[in-house]
């Protein structure tokens, strides 16, 4: 009898052993997985918010040059699902969109938008008064209206004054007579009409503050995980394409107040 009990000891504790085994087993593979344990991959655009999460969890992720080309691979059986901006989601995916048959789903984050200037640089101050101005006048959210944003995913802005730095980037760009936006194509936000021009609620934000700087405006497509080094040589004035203020951004830029709320979302081909 003694010699039975020991047995029976062993096996409940072989038992436990591999239960414990298993369960240390498990990954994190972004909350969903099928029936032979697959690990999901996750398109995501290099140097963004999404790109940041999925690493933060963990999980596998494929990097693209954009969130457009995230949509495509998704579109495409490529990747299992891709995380982009839910702005991004409400133009791009669903019924009478380009990509009908995707969908989001988790939404894994609540951020907000800003605008990033040259670390030290006067304009995301001249840049705070022109969106208070467009706040205050009406303008801002009549563009928010036109682009399909909802008026409660805007951030009020206050009006404000400006003044010029000791080594004035503002005084820089106008007397070089070009203000040039750093983009990447992400409707609503920055975008080509028909007519090949760039257009979205960002980039008509941008042509107010080169109007009333008094010069020209160009958008140039950057990689977006190069917009600091673009900063930085001048090759561009400002980052205005829906950037989130994440920590790494407000402290390698100087960037403006939020002006709009946004959330990190995971799409995937609907069933």
Do not use: H
């Amino acid at each position: 009898m003694k010699k039975f009990k020991q047995l029976l000891c062993l096996a409940l504790a072989l038992t436990i052993s591999a239960s414990l085994l298993a369960a240390c087993g498990q990954k994190d593979n972004g909350g969903s997985k099928d029936s032979d344990e697959k690990v999901l991959t996750y398109a995501v655009e290099g140097g963004s918010a999404g790109e940041e999460i999925a690493l933060e969890k963990g999980w596998k992720v494929t990097t693209l040059e954009d969130q457009a080309a995230a949509l495509m691979e998704v579109a495409s059986g490529t990747s299992d699902a891709a995380i982009i901006d839910l702005l991004m989601a409400g133009a791009m995916i669903g019924e009478g969109t380009s990509y009908p048959d995707l969908t989001y789903t988790d939404r894994l984050t609540e951020e907000e938008y800003g605008i990033g200037c040259r670390k030290g640089s006067d304009l995301a101050q001249y840049i705070n008064c022109v969106l208070g101005d467009a706040y205050q006048s009406g303008t801002m959210q009549k563009l928010a209206q036109q682009y399909g944003i909802t008026e409660e995913l805007l951030v009020p802005q206050q009006e404000g004054t400006f003044t010029a730095g000791e080594d004035s980037d503002v005084s820089y760009i106008q007397q070089k007579g070009t203000l040039v936006v750093g983009i990447t194509e992400f409707a609503p936000m920055d975008y080509k009409d028909e007519n090949g021009q760039w257009i979205g609620f960002d980039a008509d934000l941008a042509k107010l503050v080169a109007e009333r700087l008094g010069v020209e405006i160009q958008f140039v497509v950057i990689d977006w995980g190069q917009k600091i080094n673009e900063l930085d040589s001048k090759a561009i004035d400002v980052v205005w394409n829906g950037m989130t203020l994440t920590d790494g951004v407000m402290s390698a830029m100087a960037c403006t107040n939020a002006y709009c709320k946004n959330a990190q979302v995971v799409v995937v081909r609907g069933q």
